[in-house]
């Protein structure tokens, strides 16, 4: 049976840890290299609802998209949320390899694996920040094309597409076209998506001042949410690891869940 480094090297292949952002932790979150796997769970986190769901399974691994162990993390005790599932993981021996923001950026991964979701044509990686070794753009947003409508209506079909709960959208005055999306949290790019073309922006996490200046902008803002934005690409990584070790068992977590609800 594979390894965890084994796993661990063939889903690099497929989002190169060269790709993350200098600022991210991927890989090997905790857990033995040396371990040997038979059963596998992925989840768009290492939840502690995740690692229960994977130790009910007897799966030695978790693959998951969201670093378990992010930012200020410097202890880890029972008494913090990061802490309590670290410490589940390793009791229970479950190993956990996150792959974030290179997969984000990566070929075939969150944001092509979005635009496809929601339809679109044409698909283009806006700002390249480099090429794979396949000569592959890689980057951190998609653009493509829709069938010109209105926001609403577009904004309907991605609800729909995503299976959201409910979303938000600001009217930017513009007919929906040219659209940009970007998993996650990336309102940050309204200025650059602006200046590649696009009319429309499909991410999460969008703030009160970016949907007050949507409509002086001249930008359709949906806000889908980030977990919705991003969960489609644990399909792509249960189909990742059966291709690449079929004779493991992979699950995908039938447990984890958006915590946000709409009243």
Known sequence: MPKVSEIRTALFEAAPEYMKMEW???????????????????????????????????CELVVCHHPLIFGGTKTV?????VG??????????ISVLSFHTNLDCAPEGVNDVLARSLGLSEVTVM???GTDEQGRAYGLIRTGTVPETDVRSFAAQVKQALG???LR?????????RVAVGGGSCG???????????????????????FADAPYLGINLIDA????????????LEALLCGAFPELTVLRSQNHRDETHFL
């Open 127 to 129: 700002e390249p920040a």
């Open 164 to 166: 959201c709960e409910g």
């Open 24 to 58: 991210d932790n991927v890989g090997l979150m905790c857990g033995h290299a040396a371990q040997e796997v038979t059963r596998v769970l992925v989840a768009l986190d290492a939840s502690y609802r995740v690692l229960n769901e994977a130790q009910a399974a007897h």
């Open 188 to 210: 940050g790019a309204i200025g650059d998506v602006l200046a590649h073309g696009c009319d429309t922006l499909v991410t999460a996490d969008l703030k009160y001042h970016e």
């Open 84 to 93: 309590r599932s670290l410490l589940f993981a390793i009791e229970n021996g």
């Open 77 to 81: 005790t029972d008494e913090t949320p």
């Open 225 to 236: 949410g980030h977990f919705q934005t991003e969960n489609p690409v644990c399909a792509r």
């Open 169 to 177: 959208y600001a009217d930017g005055g513009r007919p929906v076209h």
